[in-house]
């Protein structure tokens, strides 16, 4: 039954008489009032979070502003956009590395085309911002999750509680809400890693969100345009993210048999069809994509990967799993990663909230392809899990208040979008996007329930409430930023540096007691623990990340990253092409015992670097040859080159991109090939010089106590 409109703490708004000749004020109605509350209390909670959000995307410790920062693999959907220029969904052999996917002799991604669909106005004209559209396309999924969350939360307010008054407390707690959903999250999380990875995650909740609240609609009062607009963002789902898009579709055939059952009425069985049509073509479209990259409608092929054909470990996980990523063994482990409430650090160390120090693990006698530190649900988003326990059982409860019977369908729907990630041999917090939808659904209800059992409440209860939502969501909010500003393996060398001298400015103390020192690396420590190789010749962070199943990486010591390294390690190498179209002979730019950095010639008047060994190291990944780059007369390209005897590995970047990182053997002495500088013709074909920089001044590694 919807509730009597009551008063609930909205001010009465007196209208004085008009004079004469004036014109009478529009009286304030009490709808009027709660939408301005509501409208401006989602508006702060938005802004709030938009600060931190922002700092996330566009610095994260860089110490500059840049809206266009990004991640490298950071232009797979940008090369997908301009193979479907040319009417094919392929990609130029070898520019996806160990995520490319070999199908009948072309290079296909994984990933879906929406995000590549949205950035081709852009791309048709320009290849300026190849590979540096990543963060504004987050930006704009994250604003449309503001948006659809805000709507629903209205939506399903009137079909729970009609259209009683809205007070102010109740209102600020639905700003508090969307703020903790935005910023209290993983959404911000995937924020930090603007890469070809996350970015599907960010699209998937803001169009899942966005399908569920037009299902809403359709079942509450169904329209033609309504219709419509589900069918679009149902397809738009389904382009972006198959998981997530096929639980849309099924939301959409739930709804279609309860039109066709009647359970809109007898007059509304003719909208059956509508939404079975709004499901259906979508998946259609799904299939379409994915039989034309790989052959089949459903699903991937596994073994044609590039990472399957180099990793043995990924070929042990697919034979242990009958050849698929996908297996109801692996809920277990998948579910407990993700609900258990432990997984979570507290600590004196500055940002003194954290995630587990060593990465998940399987529960049962299962193989998993990779796993990594991963908090949980319960422990970084307590609101949301609490809400949305509240929230399901309100909804499926018998005899349910008001219309809230509406919402089971898309719960249902929201919560099978939560599948593709539980039955997924991978465990890694981005993946709790997938669970935002339906988190996102049934915390709205159940905040929207309790704020109907305090109608008749006393003003300091419903105050109690809302302080204690309040500080529910700061602490999601101080947690997720916190897990997210702590550094990964993707974090550069100057993000890792910013975060831990901001450690020893704050928590000296504490950072002291996390220090080792040697002259050997170890393979692997927990997250946290600060190396100090030699004296001070180096400093590095662990991320806690395992790479035991990854040989290549193993040996390079990928679970730490470099806080500061010692000037002699660190070459900036200067390239002229003196010629047009040169063909060689290779040029050498850098040895490093008995290791060489080759210039080589490529097809179509490019160039690439490689890294050759004397003696080869038998492995496949990561890659020695550099991506190749345009030969321009008189052209100068400048690389930075960093040869780490303790990581035992080589570095080369390329304007803040990495060219290569690879494993390299010795000690030594590293030598730049520079030849000898001519202003008069004749040229050289390839002149090669090394720029001096002063020494770093390890001012972070020199301050930590001596052991």
């Not at 590979?131 to 659809?148: D, E, K, M, Q, R």
């Not at 707690?173 to 910023?183: D, E, F, H, M, Q």
């Not at 993946?431 to 049934?442: E, N, Q, R, S």
């Not at 345009?630 to 100068?636: D, F, K, R």
Request: proline letters at 7%.
């Amino acid at each position: 039954m919807i509730e009597t409109p009551v008063d609930t703490g909205a001010d009465e708004t007196d209208i004085a008489p008009a004079a004469e000749g004036d014109v009478a004020p529009k009286a304030r109605t009490p709808e009027h009032d709660s939408k301005h509350r509501f409208i401006t209390a989602v508006l702060i909670g938005i802004a709030a979070v938009s600060i931190p959000y922002l700092w996330v995307l566009w610095d994260l410790w860089t110490a500059k502003i840049n809206p266009i920062r990004s991640v490298a693999p950071d232009n797979f959907y940008e090369l997908q956009a301009r193979g479907m220029f040319a009417g094919h969904f392929y990609v130029p052999t070898g520019s996806l590395g160990i995520e490319g996917f070999l199908h009948a002799g072309r290079t296909f991604t994984y990933f879906g085309i929406w995000p590549s669909i949205i950035r081709m106005p852009i791309l048709v004209f320009t290849h300026t911002y190849d590979g540096a559209l990543t963060a504004p396309s987050l930006l704009i999924a994250w604003l449309l999750t503001g948006v659809f969350t805000a709507l629903l939360i209205w939506r399903i307010r009137i079909l729970v509680r009609g259209s009683v008054v809205m007070g102010r407390a109740e209102a600020a707690s639905y700003g508090v809400l969307t703020a903790t959903i935005l910023g209290g999250s993983v959404l911000i999380y995937i924020a930090a890693n603007p890469s070809t990875y996350d970015e599907d995650f960010a699209w998937s909740v803001a169009l899942v969100v966005g399908a569920l609240f037009t299902l809403l609609g359709m079942m509450e009062r169904p329209t033609a345009k309504g219709a419509v607009a589900t069918g679009l963002l149902i397809l738009a789902a389904n382009l972006n993210r198959s998981p997530t898009g096929y639980a849309c579709v099924i939301a959409a055939l739930l709804v279609a048999g309860w039109f066709a059952i009647g359970k809109g009425g007898r007059d509304q069985r003719k909208w059956a069809l509508w939404m079975a049509l709004a499901g259906i073509i979508p998946l259609l479209a799904n299939c379409a994509v994915t039989y034309a990259k790989f052959g089949l409608p459903f699903g991937l092929p596994m073994a044609d990967q590039e990472w399957a054909h180099i990793n043995a470990h990924r070929r042990a996980f697919l034979a242990a799993n009958g050849g698929k990523a996908f297996s109801f063994g692996f809920i277990p482990s998948t579910f407990w990663a993700y609900v258990n409430p432990t997984a979570i650090r507290i600590s004196s160390l500055f940002p003194f909230i954290g995630a587990p120090a060593t990465p998940a693990h399987a529960v049962d006698a299962v193989v998993l392809d990779q796993t990594y530190a991963t908090t949980s649900i319960t422990a970084a988003t307590p609101l949301l899990f609490l809400l949305s326990c509240w929230g399901l059982i309100t909804a499926f409860r018998p005899k349910g208040i008001g219309n809230v019977r509406l919402t089971r369908l898309i719960l249902i729907g929201a919560a099978i979008a939560t599948g593709g990630v539980l039955v997924w041999g991978y465990i890694a917090y981005r993946y709790v996007a997938d669970l935002m939808p339906l988190l996102i659904v049934a915390s709205i209800i159940g905040l929207i329930d309790i704020w109907r059992r305090l109608a008749l409440k006393s003003t300091r209860a419903r105050g109690w409430v809302l302080g204690i939502v309040t500080v529910l969501a700061l602490f999601g909010i101080a947690a997720n930023g916190a897990i997210t500003a702590t550094p990964s393996t993707w974090f550069s060398k100057i993000q890792v540096a910013g975060f831990v001298g901001q450690q020893q400015t704050l928590t000296p103390g504490a950072l002291s007691r996390t220090v080792i020192r040697g002259d050997v690396l170890p393979y692997y420590a927990p997250a946290g623990t600060l190396f100090v190789a030699g004296h001070c010749e180096a400093l590095y962070r662990s991320t806690g990340d395992s790479f035991a199943n990854s040989p290549g990486q193993q040996i390079q010591h990928s679970t730490w990253v470099p806080v500061e390294q010692a000037g002699y390690m660190i070459h900036t190498i200067n390239m002229q092409f003196n010629v047009t179209g040169w063909k060689g002979p290779d040029v050498p730019l850098f040895t490093y015992g008995g290791a060489t950095l080759l210039l080589r010639p490529a097809p179509g008047n490019k160039a690439l670097i490689q890294v050759i060994h004397a003696s080869p190291t038998p492995l496949a990944w990561p890659s020695s040859i550099g991506f190749p780059f345009p030969q321009v007369l008189h052209g100068i390209y400048t690389i930075t080159v960093i040869t780490d005897p303790y990581l035992k590995s080589i570095l080369v970047n390329w304007y803040g991109s990495t060219m290569i990182n690879r494993y390299l053997a010795g000690n030594g002495p590293a030598l730049v090939t520079a030849t000898p500088i001519v202003t008069t013709a004749p040229l050289p074909d390839i002149q090669v010089s090394e720029t001096p920089m002063p020494p770093p001044r390890m001012s972070i590694c020199r301050a930590l106590p001596q052991g």
